[in-house]
C-alpha cells in the first residue's frame, strides 16, 4: 500500500541553524501539507501546496519557513533560524481527488532545538 | 475560529467493555475525519464521514455525524488492548484545504 515517507526521523539542531526535512507523498497525489504537533499538544496545521504554490498558510508559518518542491517525488519543509520552540514533531501529509480531502500522514520528525 | 472539542481527555478502561468518545464543534463541517495515533507515529486515517446523520461501520468501531454536521462520535464495541491510542478528529477549514484538529482522546484497554 503506497504511504508517505520522511526523512529524518529524528533531527537535533543548535538554535539559529537551518533545517530541511523531506517527504516524499504518495505518488499519485496532488496536494501536499506539513502538520506539526509539539509535545502533548494538538496537530497543527502550518501549510498546503498544490501546482507548485503554496494554497493555504497558518500564522505559524511565518517568514522563517518555506517549502519546496523541488522535483517530482520530494517536498521539504525549510525553516530558516530554528528556535527552542521550533521543537516538535513535523507531519508531511498528502492527499488526492478525494472530494473530502482525506489526507494521509507521514510517520513524522522528531525535530529538536537545543 | 472552527474548533472541535473532543471529550472525554482520557479513558481507561477493562478489555471488553464498550466506550464512546466525542467530537463536538459550534462550526459546520462539510466532512469529518477520523484517524488514530500511536507515540511517536502519524496519525492514520480511519474513516471520513460526510453526511448528516451517517453511520460508518470499521470492524467494532461505529461512526457517526451528527445530522447537523457539527459533531460526531466513535463508538468501540468490546475494547481490545490493541485499541489503545490516541483517537483524533479532524475536520476541514473553511479555506478547504487545511485540516483542524481536536486535541484527542487518549485511550488505554487493559487486559
Known amino acids: 500500500e503506497p504511504e508517505v515517507t520522511q526523512t529524518p526521523s529524528h533531527q537535533v539542531t543548535q538554535m539559529g541553524q537551518e533545517v530541511i526535512l523531506r517527504c516524499v507523498p504518495i505518488?499519485?497525489?496532488?496536494?501536499f501539507y506539513w502538520y506539526r504537533q509539539i509535545l502533548g499538544q494538538k496537530v497543527e496545521f502550518l501549510v498546503s501546496?498544490?501546482?507548485?504554490?503554496?494554497?493555504?498558510k497558518s500564522e505559524i508559518f511565518d517568514d522563517q519557513f518555506s517549502v519546496e518542491r523541488p522535483d517530482g517525488s520530494n517536498f521539504t519543509l525549510k525553516i530558516r533560524s530554528t528556535k527552542l520552540e521550533d521543537s516538535a514533531m513535523y507531519f508531511c501529509?498528502?492527499?488526492?481527488?478525494?472530494?473530502?480531502?482525506?489526507?494521509?500522514f507521514g510517520p513524522g520528525t522528531r525535530l529538536t532545538v537545543l | 475560529t472552527q474548533l472541535l472539542e473532543q471529550s472525554p481527555q482520557f479513558l481507561s478502561i477493562q478489555e471488553g467493555e464498550n466506550l464512546t468518545v466525542y467530537c463536538n464543534s459550534s462550526?459546520?463541517?462539510?466532512?469529518l475525519q477520523w484517524y488514530r495515533q500511536e507515540p511517536g507515529e502519524g496519525p492514520v486515517l480511519l474513516v471520513t464521514?460526510?453526511?448528516?446523520?451517517e453511520v460508518k461501520k470499521l470492524k467494532r468501531l461505529t461512526f457517526q455525524f451528527g445530522d447537523a454536521r457539527k459533531d460526531s462520535s466513535l463508538h468501540i464495541t468490546a475494547a481490545q488492548p490493541g485499541d489503545t491510542g490516541l483517537y483524533l478528529c479532524?475536520?476541514?477549514?473553511?479555506?478547504?484545504?487545511?485540516?483542524?484538529f481536536g486535541k484527542g482522546t487518549t485511550l488505554s484497554v487493559s487486559s
Open positions: 505518488s499519485n497525489h496532488l496536494y
Open positions: 479532524a475536520g476541514e477549514d473553511q479555506a478547504g484545504t487545511a485540516l483542524i
Open positions: 464521514v460526510v453526511t448528516g446523520g
Open positions: 501529509a498528502s492527499s488526492g481527488e478525494s472530494r473530502y480531502n482525506e489526507q494521509f
Open positions: 501546496f498544490y501546482n507548485n504554490e503554496i494554497s493555504e
Open positions: 462550526s459546520v463541517f462539510s466532512s
